[in-house]
């Protein structure tokens, strides 16, 4: 056994059996263990942030990690962006990354590049296999500290020598850690604080859960107290029959008003909420001066038995959970397509069970309240800001839950940054249908110059932000790797289209123009 093929059935004993690959040269051997060594399901991308960004669409769905197989330092650094939005999402990925044989790396040949200092910021936990004797167990500790909750992202260097080196020794199944208890010392504390409508109980990552949003229902209809989410989730479990939860919202203004009534807030899995951005003559902490703030569990800590111990204290076990919404749709909308009937329409559309992943951006922001009470369905946001996740991410939840409809919703000038996604989506004939909402700019940056200050911008400072010059054509590009395609600007065409869609199997991009 050589150490590459010992690394594959590390990775597959510990139940690691999906890799999203863009490998090189110097991952040559590990490619030829993928290919006889049965198990495991290899994801071909033609761009590493694909490969990153759908690890973190499948973790955040099937809560285990995905394996990801990078070709050296530069491509390690193409696919930093959505490592960095996984990181912040709390997700698990284990990044395999190929590096020079132990004695070409003195040669500095032109890809030799430091791939540890290029790892870390990014990264939880960065290790280079020494010899081939311990790759499979540096393999399995790349797993383990994945799994530390709420999900890590772990990068294992693979010099190529200590993959085609015979002598590799498989390792079992590792041990997984148990998510940190959480603070009972604040559990007294978070009852006393939980007494009205002046008190908040802001919830973030896994607090978000079908199970844990009904506990909160009922905590919130036994105190008074409020529900919210953090702005951006990794994964919210939505719809009909569920306990509905706002977001704190995106504009620093919009969410000084939503914050201001509350002297209390307990946070579960969330942070204190801050702006995205620092902007003149704004603050950048959102709570009202004075706000007492309560951290009853960290997003490492098992929120579950967090939830469920202040339910118990707050007497709220058997009390029925507030906010749960009734299944309707709003009416039927006509005319040229906007930002309020785009709303309406993909509330109607929404399948039962539909997994969403939204990088709407501009867009999206009237589509949380029209589309709560839609079918039940999961919701997963952009956690980390940087644009070009959404459709990697619908890669990875669409081969994590292979029977859930997957819908992405993205803007022109995001979908840009990870087009080749659309490449593997045809080639692995994925179930996904992909929203493109073309205004043909970076809509939100021009609401940001105003922002920051900039009240009359000139022609050059727009046209900087402008993307019609030439205009993209979606449905070419998108055809020209494989996915049927449409462009629409009436609400009759979208709601047909939206029909063609969901009700094939396989991906298909709908250009919406506003």
């Known amino acids: 056994m050589n150490g590459a093929e010992s690394l594959v059935h590390t990775l597959l004993a510990n139940k690691v059996d999906v890799c999203f690959t863009n490998p090189g040269t110097s991952e040559m051997h590990f490619v030829a263990a993928l290919d006889h060594i049965p198990g495991m399901r290899s994801v071909l991308v033609l761009q590493e942030g694909v490969a990153t960004g759908a690890a973190d669409g499948y973790f955040r769905m099937k809560g285990k990690p995905a394996s990801t197989l ?100 498989a390792h079992g199944a590792i041990d997984l850690p148990e998510p940190a208890p959480f603070d009972e010392s604040q559990l007294e504390h978070a009852v006393d604080a939980l007494s009205g409508p002046e008190t908040l109980l802001l919830l973030g990552g896994n607090a978000l859960t079908t199970r844990n949003l009904e506990t909160a229902g009922r905590i919130a209809a036994k105190t008074g107290c409020k529900l919210l989410s953090e702005w951006s989730n990794a994964r919210l479990e939505r719809g009909a029959g569920r306990v509905f939860i706002g977001r704190v919202p995106y504009p620093i203004d919009i969410a000084l008003e939503v914050l201001k009534p509350f002297k209390r807030i307990v946070l ?122 959404g459709m990697p991410a619908a890669i990875g939840a669409a081969i994590a839950c292979p029977d859930r409809k997957v819908m992405c919703l993205t803007g022109d000038g995001s979908a840009m940054y ?76 979208l709601e047909a289209a939206l029909d063609d869609a969901l009700t094939s199997s396989g991906p298909y991009l709908i250009e919406v123009m506003l």
């Not at 179930?431 to 200050?453: C, H, K, P, W």
């Not at 449905?475 to 009759?492: I, N």
Request: glycine letters at 8%; charged letters at 15%.
């Open 268 to 389: 579960i899995g969330a942070r204190a909420p801050i702006g995205f951005f620092a902007y003149p003559d704004k603050p950048a902490i959102l709570t009202r001066e004075g706000a007492e703030i309560i951290t009853l569990a960290a997003e490492n800590t098992d929120l579950t038995e967090a939830l469920t111990a202040l339910c118990k204290a707050t007497d709220a076990i058997s009390t029925p959970p507030a906010h749960v919404v009734k299944a309707a749709l709003p009416e039927r909308p006509t005319g040229t397509v906007n930002l309020d009937n785009l709303a309406t329409l993909i509330a109607r559309a929404i399948p039962e069970d539909a997994i969403i992943v939204d990088e709407s951006v501009t867009s999206g922001r009237a589509f949380s309240p029209a589309t709560k009470a839609a079918p039940k369905h999961t919701w997963l946001n952009n956690c980390g800001g940087s644009i070009g996740y």
């Open 70 to 169: 990078l070709h050296l330092g530069p491509g390690l650094a193409n696919g930093l962006s959505n490592l960095h939005n996984a990181k912040k999402a709390g997700s698990g990925v284990v990044n395999i990354i190929g590096e020079h044989a132990s004695t070409h790396i003195e040669l500095d040949a032109p890809l030799t590049s430091d791939i540890e200092g290029i790892a870390r910021p990014v990264s939880h936990w960065v290790h280079t296999s020494k010899s081939v004797e311990t790759v499979g167990m540096d393999a399995a500790q790349a797993v383990q500290a994945a799994m530390v909750a709420p999900g890590q992202i772990t990068s294992l260097i693979l010099p190529s020598d200590t993959a085609w080196n015979e002598g590799g020794v």
């Open 418 to 493: 990870t087009v080749q996604s659309l490449w593997t989506m045809a080639r692995e004939n994925l179930d996904i249908t992909v929203m493109i909402f073309a205004n043909r700019s970076y809509q939100i940056l021009r609401g940001e110059l105003t922002n920051v200050g900039v009240g009359n911008p000139g022609p050059r400072a727009i046209d900087m932000l402008s993307l019609d010059r030439p205009a993209l054509d979606w449905v070419q590009m998108s055809r020209s790797m494989g996915v049927e395609a449409t462009c629409v600007s009436d609400c009759d065409a």
